[in-house]
């Protein structure tokens, strides 16, 4: 059975740092890529970073500089290091694991709530 399990989130104020763990079980991780997403009260999801399975990363522009993917293959668990977090941040954040087949399959965490404020 598929599970994705998040965890870290929390309140922090504007410039702290949070770092979100996603234990991935099921034998899914290593099937395509994997990612973080977020949701943001009354916005759509929207991709924040995703890494491959090569270690090869990407990030929306927003987080670039201030947020780093990674992932820990043993353990298969993926990281999201959150670094001088803005109150913009503030959202849902989802762990994604991802196939390459066509259509794509997608397989989702319950998300954990990152809120930025003073």
């Known amino acids: 059975q598929v599970r994705l399990e998040e965890s870290g989130g929390g309140l922090v104020q504007p410039g702290g740092s949070l770092r979100l763990s996603c234990v991935v079980s099921?034998?899914?991780?290593?099937?395509?890529?994997l990612g973080w997403y977020r949701q943001a009260p009354g916005k759509q999801r929207e991709l924040v970073a995703t890494?491959?399975?090569?270690?090869?990363?990407h990030y929306r522009d927003s987080v670039q500089g201030r947020f780093t993917i990674s992932r820990d293959n043993f353990k298969t668990t993926l990281y999201l290091q959150m670094n001088s977090l803005e109150p913009e941040d503030t959202a849902v954040y989802y762990c994604n694991v991802f196939d390459l087949g066509f259509p794509r399959t997608d397989y989702w965490g319950q998300g954990t709530q990152v809120t930025v404020s003073s």
């Open positions: 099921g034998g899914v991780f290593s099937i395509g890529g």
């Open positions: 890494i491959t399975n090569a270690g090869d990363t």
